[in-house]
């Protein structure tokens, strides 16, 4: 791997590389790991992994339950990962940043809590065609449960949103808007603002789907003006298992606990309960304690790189991955131009072939990591006519370098197709 910093970025992935053990790997007897799939999860720095172990061998006792000095420490940590969360989103309070297992858990503490009481028969829920199958499939258990009604905003060719049909579907009846900030498989920004503004015009909530957004752009929940928004810890060099739910206040404290058991709770009888204020309310059990405080340390080490940095970095390193596999001549890419998408490049060569999976399979061979298939969003890749799709996506410490790399190997597999067929 070349030791050349970054171009026009200020950002130096060399120096980044060196904090990321797994980064260094060699596979299949000798071929550099050229980790391009960070859409699925992020790797994870040095200051992550010490911060987890130091937690386990320092600090580590249950949270919000012990008298003694060990647990209190662990809480002291635990909750100054949620200071951390609150700035990163510039939310008013921490009380309003609950932590769950991931974006999905979140989505679906929405889709139950709020959902539930807030939407009935003949209600509209408005989606849109590009969400993953996380902010999907909640809301149609929640229309099953309920006789709400499911609409969808189309996707054009370009791979945007067509706003048009937005302006149309949304009415007095929609009670709920669920967007993704930012799609898995195109990359495309959704314009946020506009679609809140508009929402709130008409009387309904938002939910935003930051997954693909948060770890990559600058996030301001009171910007935005936005009811919820959910995302994980994971694709955000944090560990696994941890995810955020932010939600306006008196939303929140409005809601009914999704999860019940020990903690979200004030008082209980044999008779009844009564919930605990927030954000206890909606943590209900011993509570993902070290992947939080492993997330603070992502966060930590985020604001040291600087996310404008990374997000500079990353359109770098986007427009170049266009402008070298544009050279392949052959292969389509999904979506539109980089300028209007964040660190995603999905591909088929035309005609479908050589297929995804064998494109991802032989990559593979050359330690270039890329996922293939719908990447759970089904529903968008039916739209674009394809069963799948080969996706590249990058992070902070992704180089040109690599990108070459990916473009010379799927050269040579689209040679190695040729010669098999
Ligand atoms: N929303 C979006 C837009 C996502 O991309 C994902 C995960 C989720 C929600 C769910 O996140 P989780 O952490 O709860 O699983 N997306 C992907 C992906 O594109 N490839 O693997 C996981």
């Not at 647990?71 to 990962?81: G, K, V």
């Not at 200071?83 to 008013?92: G, H, M, Q, S």
């Not at 932590?99 to 009935?120: E, P």
Request: aromatic fraction near 6%; charged fraction near 20%; hydrophobic fraction near 40%.
């Amino acid at each position: 791997m070349s030791e050349a910093p970054c171009r026009h970025t200020g950002l130096e992935p060399p120096t980044i590389r060196g904090d990321f053990p797994i980064l260094s790997k060699v596979l299949h007897g000798g071929v550099p790991l050229a980790y391009l799939d960070n859409a699925a999860t992020t790797q994870r720095p040095r200051q992550v992994i010490q911060a987890i172990v130091e937690t386990y061998e320092q600090h580590y006792a249950n949270v919000h339950r012990g008298i003694h000095w060990l647990s209190d420490q662990t809480t002291d940590l635990y909750e100054q990962s949620r200071e951390k969360v609150r700035a990163l989103l510039n939310a008013p309070a921490p009380e309003q940043i609950i932590f769950t297992h991931g974006a999905t858990a979140s989505i679906n503490l929405v889709a139950r809590s709020w959902g539930d009481a807030n939407v009935g028969r003949g209600d509209e829920i408005l989606l849109t065609e590009m969400e993953h199958h996380s902010n999907l499939v909640p809301w149609r258990q929640l229309a099953e449960r309920t006789g709400a009604i499911v609409r969808h905003v189309p996707v054009t060719d370009r791979g945007v949103l067509e706003m048009e049909a937005f302006d149309r579907l949304l009415s007095d009846r929609t009670r709920l808007v669920a967007v993704t900030a930012v799609s898995n498989v195109l990359g495309t920004i959704n314009p946020i603002g506009e679609i809140i503004a508009k929402a709130h015009r008409a009387g309904a909530c938002v939910l935003v789907d930051g997954a693909q957004s948060v770890p990559h752009l600058k996030t301001d929940v009171q910007a935005w003006n936005v009811d919820f928004l959910a995302f994980s810890g994971h694709k955000m060099m944090g560990p696994s298992g941890v995810g955020v739910l932010y939600g306006r206040r008196e939303l929140l404290e409005s809601m009914p606990p999704f999860l019940g058991g020990g903690s979200m709770i004030r008082r209980v009888t044999l008779d009844g309960f009564e919930p605990a204020d927030l954000p206890a309310k909606f943590e209900a059990g011993t509570p993902p304690i070290v992947s939080a405080i492993g997330l603070g340390a992502a966060l930590d080490y985020l604001d040291g790189v600087g996310l404008d940095a990374v997000t500079r970095h990353e359109q770098d390193l986007t427009r170049y991955a266009h402008e070298v596999l544009g050279e392949l001549g052959d292969l389509r890419i999904l979506g539109p131009p980089p300028e209007e998408k964040s660190a995603i490049v999905s591909f088929v060569f035309d005609g479908n072939r050589p297929h995804a999976h064998d494109i991802a399979q032989l990559l593979d061979r050359q330690g270039v990591a890329i996922r293939a298939g719908h990447h759970c969003a089904m529903p968008l890749h039916k739209r674009f006519r394809v069963n799948a799709t080969a996706r590249a996506s990058f992070y902070l410490y992704n180089t040109r370098e690599e990108i070459d790399l990916l473009a010379r190997s799927l050269q040579q597999v689209r040679q190695v197709f040729r010669r098999r067929t």
